[in-house]
């Protein structure tokens, strides 16, 4: 069995309660009587991306389980990788940040759906096609779990869906390519949200820092983004016969 800790929308800002609610979490993940296979977390790291955010970023979110982290709308490249990747090599600060983890029986492909200076994502050409070699080098028998910040798909929140991913078409393409391409995983909706894209799951993580006000909870008089429900993550578990299942979970104390 394979558990991945999806964490996402974390917005350090220099604040108490951006740290007090991203620490509740990693304290939750770390007191896990098991030994996860990963912990991923789906952009939006910093709220402003400056050097000192990712600086207290880099310590709340130290864990004892592999860790991957991409950016976001309001994270900023070339601060983001020298900040939380210094020890990766040498590139230009504002190329895409893309990793890879190839764990024992899956593959975790993180994309960098950023655009500098925008909210809303776009995959970029050589993204797309750093994620087709990542999938063409993998054996077929082995499950790729693909994520990215920004969802490829209206969610049915308008806030949200107006600053969504776009140019999905040309993932979708690639995904026809693999049929290993198991998931698409994403942030950035600060909803708990499932759909399909391309043919496979897409799993929305909630969000750290606040809650989306859906659309028909929302007094008009009211603003979308809601303070009050406690801090969220989701699992995703792969089991031996290759099915994907996801749990979401609050985190208080």
């Known amino acids: 069995m394979i558990v991945i800790a999806h964490v996402s929308d974390v917005h350090i800002d220099g604040g108490r309660r951006s740290q007090d609610r991203t620490r509740a ?5 770390e007191e896990l009587p098991y030994d996860l296979a990963a912990v991923l977390v789906t952009g939006d790291i910093a709220d402003h991306g400056t050097p000192d955010e990712y600086a207290v970023a880099r310590e709340l979110l130290a864990t004892r389980h592999p ?3 991409c950016p976001g709308n309001h994270d900023d490249r070339a601060a983001f990788r020298e900040g939380l ?3 990766e090599p040498a590139v ?3 190329a895409p940040v893309n990793q890879v983890l190839r764990g024992e029986g899956f593959v975790l492909a993180l994309c960098d759906s950023s655009v500098p200076g925008e909210h809303q994502g776009l995959l970029e050409a050589e993204t797309l096609e750093w994620l087709d070699g990542v999938l063409a ?3 077929r028998e082995v499950p790729v779990l693909v994520a990215f910040h920004h969802p490829p798909v209206p969610l049915h929140t308008p806030y949200v869906d107006g600053i969504r991913q776009f140019g999905e078409e040309r993932l979708a393409a ?3 390519r693999h049929p290993h391409l198991t998931a698409f995983l994403a942030g950035h909706a600060h909803t708990a949200a499932a759909t399909t894209f391309a043919g496979r799951p897409l799993l929305v993580a909630p969000g750290v820092v606040s809650a989306l006000r859906l659309p028909w909870e ?3 008089d009211h603003p979308h983004v809601h303070l009050d429900p406690p801090p969220a993550l989701a699992f995703h ?4 016969d290759g099915r994907l299942t996801t749990h979401y979970r609050t985190v208080t104390g």
Request: no cysteine; glycine share 18%.
């Open 67 to 69: 860790l991957l982290v």
């Open 92 to 94: 230009r600060g504002d």
């Open 25 to 29: 979490v990693l304290r939750y993940l």
């Open 218 to 220: 929302n007094p008009t």
């Open 85 to 87: 990747l210094p020890e």
């Open 237 to 240: 578990v792969l089991g031996g």
């Open 137 to 139: 080098g993998t054996p």
């Open 174 to 176: 690639l995904a026809g």
